[in-house]
């Protein structure tokens, strides 16, 4: 049984997609959809670059969704998955897939999703860093370095890697605690410092057509499955001050019966956390035109 699952924030480099839309004429029409709706060239962007222009959280939340349903279209017709998932942004590109909403209302959204984000908290005020931790040692560590400041997991990435995420601050005091990384990201995603994002983000989706999903899709905040329109719609909502429950989420999966796990989008982020998350189950990607046979000799 194959699920796909999109990647989120991270995955951007100079160049994606453009192999795919170079060899899959419904690749290039997606890009070509994406430029329209947004009124400026997004595929030049990713195609080329700059890769400063692309990490502003504004650009880099549709260049990937733009990116993921390129791959998903060449897909589709190819392979069908019996699940599918997306690591936070990512969730909006599988939505699209499962047929929940339009690629078109998606990538203006994301747009405007990343640009609350990043206004939703002054710069230098919040910060995220990875942690070397296990979900259930990781309370303490948030306990002790809060201080009466706002600090909480991010994102359960991995068994073994906790994204927290807060007022910079407090997360500088869990990298004492703890060993981790400092995250170069604009701001402090998935807490509760997003809250004004997520009440602007809310009023844009309410006017929104959501559908039920033709594909069950298991959701960020929750790790459930979801298949109503508005559950997809709530769950998008849900997740801007949330954290995003990966490990859990490709655990259901495997309950589910699902053996190989097929990355659509760019990079192989996903694909190195499945590798922790369970090393028993298949992991292949499909962000660029040469990785199609992979995909497709797995599905036969």
Not at 241 to 263: D, I, K, Y
């Amino acid at each position: 049984m194959i699920a796909f699952q999109f990647p989120g924030q991270g995955s951007q480099f100079a160049g994606m997609g453009q192999t795919l839309a170079a060899t899959f004429p419904e690749a290039r029409a997606i890009f070509d959809r994406a430029d329209t709706a947004l009124g400026f060239s997004l595929s030049a962007l990713c195609f080329e670059g700059p890769e400063d222009a692309l990490k502003l959280t504004e650009n880099t939340q549709p260049a990937i969704l733009t990116v993921s349903i390129a791959a998903w279209e060449v897909l589709k017709t190819r392979v069908k998955p019996a699940f599918v998932a997306g690591h936070s942004l990512g969730e909006y590109s599988a939505l699209v897939a499962a047929g929940a909403l339009s690629f078109e209302d998606a990538v203006r959204t994301v747009r405007k999703r990343g640009q609350y984000m990043q206004e939703a908290v002054p710069a230098g005020v919040g910060a995220m860093a990875a942690l070397r931790t296990s979900e259930d040692a990781v309370q303490p560590i948030l306990d002790q370095a809060a201080e009466g400041e706002v600090l909480t997991a991010a994102n359960f990435n991995a068994p073994d890697q906790v994204v927290i995420a807060g007022h910079a601050g407090a997360v500088d005091r869990a990298l004492k605690l703890a060993r981790g990384l400092k995250l170069q990201v604009s701001a402090p995603f998935h807490c509760p410092l997003m809250k004004p994002a997520q009440d602007r983000l809310a009023a844009d989706l309410a006017q929104i057509a959501f559908h039920d999903l033709a594909i069950p899709l298991v959701n960020n905040v929750r790790a459930e499955l979801v298949t109503t329109g508005d559950a997809a719609r709530q769950g998008l909502i849900d997740q801007v001050p949330n954290s995003v429950r990966w490990t859990a989420t490709v655990r259901l999966l495997a309950e589910q019966g699902v053996t190989t796990f097929v990355e659509v989008g760019p990079k192989t982020v996903l694909s190195g956390l499945l590798k922790k998350i369970d090393a028993t189950r298949t992991g292949l990607k499909f962000g660029e035109a040469a990785d199609l046979e992979a995909v497709l000799e797995a599905a036969r």
